[in-house]
C-alpha cells in the first residue's frame, strides 16, 4: 500500500472549512456507530454557539438513548423523568424568561409516555424549543416498538410486524401539533445527506432563536436511523430510512408562523 | 401593621405563598384543595412580586413543572390532594434524587381509589414513608390550625433549601376547608437572579459567567457512585432526624395514658385531654409536627411512666406504627381510634375510647 503523503497546512480561519463545534465536549459518545443522534447533538452544539447563547442555554435531557446528552455539550443541563421534559421546559421558561430552553426528546419519551406534556406545553404556547427524534422505534431498552413503529416493520415487540389491528398507526405527531393554536413552528427533517444535515441545522437554530425570542413554541423533528435498533448496516439503515420512513414522514416545514409575521 | 384576617387554611396557603417569596406555585384543582390555586389566581402576584401561576394538565405535570423550577433555583411549590399526589410521587422521587428544593402540600381527603373528597388523614404512610421508588425521605410538616398553613410555608421553604430535598406539608381537609384568625406573614421579596447563582452555586440557570455547566440530575450509572450518592442521602435524613423534629406535648409530665395525634386530630384529642383531666384521668397529648423526622425521643420519654398509647387517627391506623417502634415495649399497650370516610371522630368518641382501653389495660377510671 502507498504511503499517505502528508502535507503541512497552516490551519487559519480563512482556509477552515470544517472542525469540531466549540461547544462539543472532546469525549467518546456512548451512541452505536452510524445513529443519527450524534449528528443531531453536533447540530445543536453549533446552533447554539452561533447564536451566542452559550450562556443562557438550558436543556432538558429526556429518558432513553439520549438521556447522557448533558456529557456531550458544554451548558446547563436538566435530566427530567420519562416524558416529561416539556413540563420541565415550560416552567423553566417561565420562570427564566430570558433564557433558551430545549427539550431533547425520542419518540418513546415524547410520543408515547410523554404526549400529554408535549401537547399540552404546545397548546400553551409555551416558549420552548423542542428537538423530536423519530427512529420509529425504543433504541435503549432493546428495539420494542415505538408509536412511530411503521406497519409491518419488526420490532422485538412486533415479531411479526406492526399491525394496525393490534397495534395502530405511526403517530404523526408534528402533523398533530401544526392543528394548535400556541404552536409557531413545526419542521420535519432528517440528517442521512450533507445537504439535509444543513436544512436541519437551520430548522434546529430557528427553533432555537424562537425560544429565545418568546415566539411560542417549535418543534423540530428529526427522521433518523437506530441501525442497531433495526438490525442493519448504518449505510443500509440510511437507505431504509429514506425509502420506508420519508414516505411516512414526509420532509419539510408543516407550520412557520414567523414567516408571516415579517 | 398587622395583617389579621379570617381565612380558610388553602386560601392562607395561597396567601403565605406570595408572601414569602415564591417564585412559582404549579397546579391542578382537587378538591378539597382547589382554593390553592383559585385564590391565587385571584391574587394575581405576576403583577406585584413577579411570581408565576400556571395551572397544569394534570398533577404529573405540575410535579414536573416544580422539579424544572427548582432545577433553576427557584423557590417554587405545589398543592394537591391524595388522588393527586399519588401521580406525583415519581416525580417527588425524582427531586428528591436530584436533591431539589421545593415544597408540596398534600390537604388529604378519604381513598383508596376516588375514595371521597371528604377529610381523612390516611395519606400518612404515602406521605411519610416515601411513596415514590429508592431509598429517599422528606421532612414532612403536619399543621393543624390556620395560622400553622401560614407559617409552616415558610418554613417548609427555609427547610427545603437547608438541606437540597422537597419538603412536604400533610394537611387535610379540615385544616385546609375550615376558617379560623390568621396573621399574615410580613411580604418578603423574590430573590434576584444573582442571589440565586451565590446561594445555589448548583442550579441550572444558564451557565452566566460560570466556567463550567451545571447537571442537574438523579442519574447514577455506576454503582460505586450510585451507592456513594445514596450514602449522602442517608446523612442529609440523619441530620435531620437530629436537628428537624418537632413536637407538642399537653399534659404529658404525670400521665399514665397518651393521646398520640396530629393535624385535625390532635385539635379533637386536646379537647379529649382537657375533658379527661377535669374527670380527674392522668392523660396527655403528644402531636408530632414533624412527621418525619418522629418524635421518637419524646414518645419514649413518656413510654418510661406510661400505661399505654393511643394512636388517633383519620385512617385505619397508619402512624400507630411510628408510634409502637418508638415506645420500643410490646408491654406497653398501643391501641389505634379512628374514623374514615371522611367521618371526623368527636371528641366524645375519642374519649369513650381512650376510656375502653383504660379499662382493659388496667387504667384507673
Redesign the interface.
Known amino acids: 500500500m502507498a504511503e499517505t503523503p502528508i502535507f503541512e497546512v497552516n490551519e487559519t480561519d480563512a482556509n477552515r472549512v470544517y472542525a469540531r463545534p466549540r461547544l462539543l465536549l472532546d469525549t467518546t459518545m456512548h451512541y452505536c456507530p452510524g445513529c443519527s443522534h450524534g449528528t443531531v447533538h453536533k447540530l445543536v452544539a453549533e446552533a447554539i454557539d452561533e447564536l451566542g447563547a452559550?450562556?443562557?442555554?438550558?436543556g432538558?435531557t429526556p429518558v432513553g438513548c439520549a438521556?447522557?446528552l448533558?456529557n456531550y455539550i458544554?451548558?446547563?443541563?436538566?435530566?427530567?423523568?420519562h416524558g416529561?421534559a416539556p413540563?420541565?421546559?415550560?416552567?423553566?421558561k417561565?420562570?427564566?424568561p430570558d433564557?433558551?430552553v430545549f427539550t431533547y426528546q425520542g419518540d418513546g419519551d415524547l410520543a408515547a409516555i410523554g404526549t400529554?406534556?408535549a401537547i399540552?406545553a404546545a397548546n400553551r404556547g409555551d416558549n420552548i424549543a423542542v428537538i423530536f427524534i423519530n427512529n420509529a422505534i425504543y433504541g435503549m431498552t432493546g428495539g420494542q416498538m415505538a408509536p412511530t413503529t411503521l406497519l409491518g416493520m419488526k420490532t422485538a415487540t412486533t415479531p411479526l410486524g406492526r399491525d394496525a389491528a393490534l397495534n395502530g398507526y405511526p403517530f404523526k405527531v408534528a402533523d398533530m401539533l401544526t392543528l394548535l393554536d400556541g404552536v409557531t413552528y413545526v419542521t420535519r427533517q432528517s440528517v442521512n445527506t450533507p445537504a439535509n444535515v444543513r436544512k436541519a441545522k437551520k430548522a434546529i437554530k430557528k427553533a432555537f432563536e424562537n425560544s429565545i425570542n418568546n415566539r411560542g413554541f417549535s418543534f423540530v423533528e428529526i427522521v433518523a436511523t437506530c441501525n442497531s435498533g433495526w438490525k442493519m448496516t448504518p449505510v443500509g439503515a440510511n437507505r431504509w430510512m429514506e425509502e420506508n420512513m420519508h414516505p411516512t414522514y414526509p420532509l419539510g416545514d408543516l407550520k412557520d408562523l414567523t414567516v408571516t409575521e415579517k | 401593621m398587622e395583617d389579621i384576617k379570617l381565612m380558610k387554611g388553602n386560601e392562607v396557603l395561597a396567601h403565605a405563598a406570595v408572601r414569602c417569596g415564591a417564585d412559582g406555585y404549579f397546579g391542578y384543582p382537587i378538591t378539597p384543595q382547589s382554593e390553592v390555586l383559585e385564590t391565587l389566581t385571584e391574587l394575581r402576584p405576576w403583577e406585584t412580586t413577579g411570581m408565576v401561576v400556571l395551572q397544569a394538565e394534570s398533577e404529573v405535570a405540575s410535579i414536573n413543572m416544580v422539579y424544572g423550577g427548582a432545577s433553576a433555583g427557584k423557590r417554587v411549590m405545589t398543592s394537591t390532594s391524595s388522588p393527586g399526589l399519588s401521580l406525583m410521587c415519581e416525580g417527588l422521587s425524582y427531586l428528591a434524587g436530584a436533591e431539589l428544593p421545593c415544597v408540596v402540600i398534600d390537604v388529604s381527603r378519604g381513598g383508596p381509589g376516588l375514595g371521597t373528597i371528604q377529610a381523612s388523614q390516611a395519606d400518612y404512610f404515602q406521605v411519610v414513608k416515601g411513596g415514590g421508588h429508592g431509598d429517599y425521605r422528606m421532612p414532612v410538616l403536619a399543621p393543624n390550625s390556620v395560622q400553622e398553613m401560614n407559617d409552616f410555608v415558610d418554613l417548609a421553604f427555609e427547610l427545603a433549601f437547608k438541606y437540597l430535598n422537597p419538603v412536604m406539608i400533610l394537611a387535610d381537609g379540615v385544616i385546609g376547608q375550615m376558617m379560623e384568625k390568621v396573621h399574615l406573614s410580613p411580604q418578603k421579596p423574590r430573590r434576584t437572579e444573582e442571589q440565586i447563582r451565590q446561594e445555589c452555586p448548583w442550579a441550572a440557570l444558564g451557565k452566566g459567567d460560570r466556567k463550567t455547566r451545571n447537571i442537574v440530575t438523579s442519574c447514577y450509572i455506576d454503582p460505586e457512585t450510585m451507592e456513594r450518592h445514596n450514602h449522602k442521602l442517608q446523612a442529609k435524613y440523619d441530620r435531620m432526624e437530629r436537628e428537624e423534629v418537632r413536637y407538642e406535648e399537653m399534659e404529658t409530665a404525670d400521665a399514665e395514658y397518651i393521646l398520640v395525634a396530629y393535624g385535625a386530630s390532635s385539635r379533637i384529642c386536646a379537647k379529649v385531654v382537657e375533658d379527661a383531666r377535669k374527670d380527674g384521668l392522668k392523660v396527655g397529648l403528644i402531636r408530632p409536627i414533624t412527621l418525619f423526622p418522629f418524635p421518637t425521643d419524646a414518645i419514649r420519654q413518656a413510654a418510661r411512666y406510661a400505661k399505654g398509647f393511643l394512636s388517633v387517627e383519620l385512617s385505619m391506623g397508619q402512624m400507630i406504627e411510628d408510634v409502637k417502634l418508638a415506645v420500643g415495649n410490646a408491654d406497653i399497650p398501643v391501641r389505634h381510634f379512628g374514623r374514615t370516610g371522611g367521618i371526623i371522630h368527636s371528641p366524645r368518641e375519642v374519649y369513650e375510647a381512650l376510656k375502653q382501653f383504660m379499662t382493659e389495660t388496667g387504667g384507673k377510671l
Open positions: 452559550e450562556d443562557k442555554a438550558i432538558i438521556a447522557f448533558y458544554d451548558i446547563d443541563w436538566v435530566q427530567a423523568s416529561r413540563s420541565v421546559a415550560t416552567a423553566m417561565r420562570l427564566c433564557k433558551l400529554a406534556e399540552h
